[in-house]
């Protein structure tokens, strides 16, 4: 327990330092950078491994087809709601505030070389079945490898026990170890994320003081939007729907909290987010392993609630007014969207592009708020990683689980 609380506060020690670090030796930060690499490649080498086999062990332990189908009924079902909560929150703040009127167009910034998703709809639904399951796992490939884990354990459960049970103690084996694994990488994210931070910093010390002044209204919009949906909607679900203590909760999760919003990336914080809500909240192992890889490939209500304020800020700064029908069409290409963008850096930003298309605004307008999306993308990814976690307390009481919070 102390040595836990001593983590939380190493985090935020390193955090603090990494600032002053990144400001102060922006030329130094070259020579802390491996730890930062280091730590990344680490949590990124336990991420396949610990999806596969946690949503194999996940799947055979909710068993029948019928608790499947509601377990996923249920996850799909809070996903979708505190995503459109989100984007609700969004959408209402920047008509309110409208940080895009009068905004500097001078300040756009050339998006050459920004991948542009040219996937329909459709056809991302349909790449989530792999052809290749060695190819999809190779790239990465989050979804098709949930697609195939999920039928993979389901099926498990159809054959004879004498097949049957070495899979399930063989991944089961498998996600351990990813779990120990994890307990060990914990150790380091204080050193890990003064690295990443320092140099995110120290990248951008030139210009800081320049974007806030610029680009702070839409700043402050963006973050003032994550906090309503943090600090009110979540916990407010956590409370009334999961009849459990927000507060507390919370706390537990601080590590991998700190953790997303210093690597802007919910995949790699994955493993973290697991180990707090199974062994701080108290969820089962059962609900975590199927609902948290999940959400983390799916849920991201930050990163939707994002872009709809930035669609409409560049809308308003172009001068062009959106009707109430295109209003909503950003609000559904904007949950589309977040359920397509990858739990990677900037993957909000470049899957945006879809929604700009949809209602005709010009892609150029990325350039416009390209300066601080990186700022901004550390806020929404931990609020991605708060909902994710708020989702697998909600679900786990709702299936009759005894909490710690
Ligand atoms: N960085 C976010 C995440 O990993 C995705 C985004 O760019 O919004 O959750």
């Given at each position: ?33 491996w ?13 396949i ?6 949503i ?64 329909s ?7 989530i ?14 979804p098709?490898?949930i ?22 103690n ?5 996600f ?11 150790k ?7 690295a990443?931070?320092a140099?995110?910093?120290a ?6 003081l ?8 839409y ?7 994550l ?13 009334f ?17 700190l953790?997303?919003?210093?690597t ?18 108290g ?8 609902v ?9 209500d ?6 709809c304020i930035?669609?409409?800020?560049i ?12 209003q ?20 909000g930003?470049?899957i ?14 990325i ?12 806020f ?10 708020c ?6 009481k ?8």
């Amino acid at each position: 327990m102390l040595n836990k609380i001593q983590l939380h506060w190493q985090i935020l020690i390193a955090l603090v330092l990494s600032i002053f670090f990144g400001i102060l030796f922006p030329e130094q930060v070259r020579h802390v950078e491996w730890m930062g690499d280091i730590f990344l490649r680490t949590l990124r080498m336990i991420i396949i491994p610990l999806i596969f086999s946690s949503i194999v062990v996940g799947v055979t332990g909710i068993g029948s087809s019928e608790n499947l189908g509601r377990m996923s009924l249920k996850t799909i079902s809070y996903y979708l709601m505190t995503s459109f909560f989100a984007i609700a929150t969004g959408l209402i703040l920047v008509n309110l505030i409208k940080p895009g009127v009068g905004a500097d167009l001078g300040l756009s910034q050339m998006v050459e070389g920004l991948d542009v998703s040219r996937d329909s709809f459709g056809q991302t639904l349909i790449k989530i079945i792999p052809t290749n399951i060695i190819d999809v796992m190779a790239r990465g490939d989050l979804p098709a490898i949930i697609f195939f884990a999920i039928f993979f354990g389901f099926f498990t459960t159809k054959v004879s026990k004498e097949h049957r049970e070495p899979i399930v103690n063989f991944f089961t084996g498998t996600f351990e170890i990813m779990m120990k694994i994890t307990m060990f990488v914990i150790k380091f994210t204080p050193l890990g994320i003064f690295a990443i931070v320092a140099s995110l910093i120290a990248a951008h010390s030139d210009n800081l003081l320049m974007i806030f002044g610029r680009l702070g209204i839409y700043m402050l919009t963006v973050i003032a939007a994550l906090s309503i949906h943090a600090f009110i909607t979540l916990p407010l679900l956590v409370r009334f729907l999961g009849r459990s203590n927000p507060v507390k909760h919370a706390r537990g999760m601080s590590v991998p909290l700190l953790t997303a919003f210093s690597t802007s990336s919910s995949s790699a914080t994955l493993p973290l987010t697991m180990e707090a809500v199974e062994f701080k909240s108290g969820v089962s192992n059962k609900t975590t392993s199927f609902v948290l890889p999940l959400g983390a490939t799916i849920n991201m209500d930050g990163t939707a609630l994002y872009q709809c304020i930035a669609v409409l800020f560049i809308a308003q700064a172009y001068g062009v007014e959106l009707t109430i029908v295109q209003q909503l069409m950003v609000m559904i290409t904007a949950l589309l969207a977040s359920i397509g963008a990858a739990g990677i850096p900037m993957a909000g930003l470049v899957i945006m592009t879809i929604i700009l298309s949809a209602v005709g605004l010009p892609l150029e307008g990325i350039g416009l708020i390209l300066a601080v999306d990186r700022i901004l993308d550390m806020f929404r990814t931990a609020v991605n990683v708060w909902s994710d976690s708020c989702g697998a307390v909600i679900i786990a009481k709702s299936e009759g689980e005894e909490l710690n919070v």
